[in-house]
């Protein structure tokens, strides 16, 4: 009877529980739609201010600072975040195809935000390390493999080396798939990335999937992909700098109250010293890099390409 009573006792908790969950569920719901409206009519009020003291002439400065900084608060400069997120807005084309367009990826808690932001850092971070190992072993083995070749022995080990940079290219095909889905869900969560950092991987993606398509056994084909790897490998040290660097400077320009907390990449280029010491010469060499290899393609006969 103790057991049966026990029983009944938890079925009511449980029913308690799920009502309570349900009751809290439609009240977020009905207050995000709510905020979300309360939004809306902010963000066209700050527009509508804003041409009128435009219009007002030399007098509206501190106007404009004003708005400014209301402008701010709304973009994420609160302790709300990213307020533009409660709209409804349309789901990028990305997200879209990958998980379905009715998906949502927006992150209630900013705590969560954030470690969405510190996971993109450490994903990077990682990829940059498998990047400039494996671009520089397979650059390695397949000069091991010529030089063999030369020698004229047995086995040259060539073919291995090839499926490995056709499984290289499906990694970094995934690589750039996932930095710019990434970069996408960050985006909607408030994070203000501009279109051309997203869109350049799009590139590097249809680039993936053009280099997949080459014949491994083309004698230009392998020429070729021997400087891919050696730029690989460049671009692999790169990241691991220009993303410590980043993460450095986005640090500070959140401190100073010129970026929101969700931000990850910025379009200054000033920073510590001894950052930039690093930085800009290696990206400075990757694009001289990337000149000469395009250069060589157009230059050389079609028997040395």
Known sequence: MDLMGNAEQLTARSKTLTQRVATYNQRIVAEGDSLGEEIKL????????????????????????ELKASKMILQGHGPGGDLRKLLKQKQP??????????????????????????????????????????GAALSLGLHNAQLRSQAQEAFSLTPPFMVGVQIFLCWMLYLYTALALRENVLKVNGSSIR??????????????????TLPVDSPAVQVCVKKFLWWSAFQGS??????????????????????????????????GQGQLLIL??????????????????????????
């Not at 902010?42 to 600072?65: F, K, P």
Request: aromatic share 10%.
């Open 195 to 212: 279109p051309w950092w997203i869109h350049h991987h799009y590139w590097s993606i249809a680039t993936c999937m053009i280099l997949l």
């Open 93 to 134: 084309s990305l997200i879209a195809w990958l998980l379905g367009p009715r998906t949502n990826v927006i992150s209630a808690r900013r705590n969560e935000g954030i470690r969405l932001k510190e996971e993109y850092h450490a994903f990077r971070d990682k990829m940059g390390v498998i990047m400039f190992v494996t």
């Open 280 to 305: 800009y010469p290696l990206l400075f060499a990757l694009q001289i890099l990337e000149i000469y290899i395009g250069a060589h393609r157009l230059i050389s006969p079609p028997a040395n390409r």
């Open 42 to 65: 902010l963000q066209q009020s700050i527009r509508n201010a804003q041409a009128e003291a435009d219009s007002a002439g030399a007098d509206s400065g501190h106007i404009l600072e």
């Open 238 to 271: 790169l990241m691991l700098v220009q993303n410590r660097y980043q993460r450095r400077r986005m640090y500070t320009r959140i401190a100073l109250g010129k970026n929101s907390a969700m931000d990850v990449v910025s379009g200054e280029s000033s920073g």
